[in-house]
């Protein structure tokens, strides 16, 4: 009898506040007496992770299944989820090869699509944004997609537009996404802080429905909601620290006549340190997952042609500078510190319980770059990892290895078709693709 009675808590239920909701993380009141839904019934989530201008290619590599899977140096920190991942080999996208160095190898990366150079610039609509097109209408926002760093003007030497080397997700094949480098900026976004709410607490704007909600379930969920909780007020307090920083710019660049955006870091606001940022960055993806205010995020760690300085990892040179010696030590401490942050929210979706999975369980996060081999500018191979099962859809634990296969199998277009697939996207072609990745 028992089995027929209803959860106590609707999977749908949220805190209301002011200006905001809050999503519930999932408690055990949900499903009691109901049966504990398959991971099918839960909302599948993408996310991506960019790293530009390659990897250091002595450290890169994986072999092997499940437990048995080895995984190289720059790859070692996804050691305790390598059975939750995929290590893929030899894809890339034929319409960025032998276009010119660095923009012209980046314009179209989730799309596929051949660009244009000149004044007008044209890619195609990345693969995030057709999954946003498609799921973003059940959620407050449709996508979110963030960078730590600034996208860069103007044109290459190669005559195409630096816009292609600053963004990888687009609306549509002339529009890229704008990306949102402030933290605080995209945390208020998130929640709607405007106004007078930029002094509030998310989580006091939800007290009181909070209250009445804790009169309704048991202990353990009580503590997995203190937990939940805890979680979201200590990213709230480093998003405030931010915040700080960021109008003390924006009060900077008034007196002295323009804008903080066009200031060189720190002075215009954002994190001194790129740990600091990146971490905050994966935090907010991992909050806006968890509270469902969006299934789909791109964060562009370090962009292409990027200048960003590591010297907490005891490289001088700037980014783009340091690929240039690509195979040095310093170059492979870069590569393993953006898989860091990779394995870093791979992991905080996959400690989010969600029936008898988790978060990461129904996410497929990407890792990816526009390089092979920085040196030589070789986009013919591409540093590829999947984190997730996306909702038991996608088989993880392995190492698929495409390098031997003809061209036609090795197109990044038959992965994304393949993604789009698994949320009810089926499309006869994308990009430069007509069929689907064999073996995923």
């Known amino acids: 009898m028992n089995a027929q009675k209803k959860p106590i808590l609707s999977r749908r239920t949220v805190l209301r506040g002011a200006g905001c909701t809050v999503a519930l993380p999932w408690l055990e009141s949900m499903h009691a007496f109901a049966g504990t839904p398959p991971a099918s019934a839960f909302p599948k989530r993408f996310g991506v992770m960019f790293l530009g201008c390659g990897v250091n290619e002595n450290h890169w590599s994986a072999e092997g299944q499940g437990a048995e899977m080895k995984l190289s140096k720059s790859l070692s920190p996804l050691e305790p989820l390598k059975h939750k991942i995929n290590v893929l080999e030899g894809l890339y996208v034929p319409s960025l090869v032998g276009q010119g160095i660095h923009p012209g190898q980046t314009g179209s990366i989730l799309s596929g699509a051949r660009i244009a150079r000149g004044a007008v610039i044209r890619s195609g609509i990345s693969v995030d944004q057709m999954i946003a097109n498609k799921v973003g209408a059940d959620t407050p926002q449709s996508s979110i997609v963030l960078a730590c760093d600034q996208p860069m003007t103007g044109y290459h030497e190669t005559n195409f537009s630096m816009a292609y080397s600053s963004h990888i997700s687009w609306q549509s094949p002339d529009s890229p996404v704008p990306v949102e480098v402030y933290p605080s900026l995209a945390w208020d976004n998130l929640f709607d802080n405007r106004g007078s709410l930029l002094n509030s607490s998310v989580l006091d704007r939800v007290k009181e429905e909070t209250a009445r909600l804790t009169t309704k379930?048991?202990?353990?969920?009580?503590?997995?909601?203190?937990?939940?909780?805890?979680?979201?007020?200590?990213?709230?307090?480093?998003?405030?620290?931010?915040?700080?920083?960021?109008?003390?710019?924006?009060?900077?660049?008034?007196?002295?006549?323009?804008?903080?955006?066009?200031?060189?870091?720190?002075?215009?606001?954002?994190?001194?340190?790129?740990?600091?940022?990146?971490?905050?960055?994966?935090?907010?993806?991992?909050?806006?997952?968890?509270?469902?205010?969006?299934?789909?995020?791109?964060?562009?760690?370090?962009?292409?042609?990027?200048?960003?300085?590591?010297?907490?990892?005891?490289?001088?040179?700037?980014?783009?500078?340091?690929?240039?010696?690509?195979?040095?030590?310093?170059?492979?401490?870069?590569?393993?510190?953006?898989?860091?942050?990779?394995?870093?929210?791979a992991t905080k979706l996959d400690r989010m319980k969600e029936g008898n999975g988790t978060?990461?369980?129904?996410?497929?996060?990407?890792?990816?770059?526009?390089?092979?081999?920085?040196?030589?500018?070789?986009?013919?191979?591409?540093?590829?990892?999947?984190?997730?099962?996306?909702?038991?859809?996608?088989?993880?634990?392995?190492?698929?290895?495409?390098?031997?296969?003809?061209?036609?199998?090795?197109?990044?277009?038959?992965?994304?078709?393949?993604?789009?697939?698994?949320?009810?996207?089926?499309?006869?072609?994308?990009?430069?693709?007509?069929?689907?990745?064999?073996?995923?």
């Not at 013919?380 to 999947?386: E, S």
Request: net charge neutral; glycine share 6%.
């Open 217 to 345: 379930i048991g202990a353990l969920d009580k503590s997995k909601l203190d937990e939940y909780f805890t979680s979201v007020r200590e990213v709230e307090k480093r998003v405030e620290t931010m915040r700080k920083g960021k109008q003390s710019a924006d009060d900077a660049a008034k007196a002295r006549n323009t804008v903080a955006m066009r200031m060189d870091r720190p002075a215009n606001g954002l994190p001194e340190d790129l740990r600091d940022h990146s971490r905050l960055m994966c935090d907010i993806v991992a909050i806006a997952f968890q509270t469902g205010k969006t299934r789909v995020a791109s964060l562009l760690i370090s962009r292409d042609l990027s200048a960003m300085y590591y010297p907490f990892l005891d490289v001088k040179e700037g980014h783009h500078a340091a690929s240039h010696n690509n195979t040095s030590d310093g170059y492979e401490r870069i590569t393993r510190f953006h898989v860091e942050q990779f394995a870093y929210l």
């Open 359 to 440: 978060v990461l369980d129904n996410t497929c996060l990407m890792f990816l770059s526009n390089l092979w081999i920085g040196r030589k500018h070789d986009n013919t191979r591409l540093p590829l990892v999947l984190a997730g099962g996306l909702g038991g859809t996608l088989q993880t634990g392995r190492t698929l290895n495409f390098l031997k296969e003809p061209e036609e199998k090795r197109r990044m277009c038959n992965l994304y078709l393949s993604l789009m697939d698994r949320f009810d996207i089926e499309l006869e072609q994308f990009g430069d693709s007509r069929q689907r990745l064999e073996l995923l």
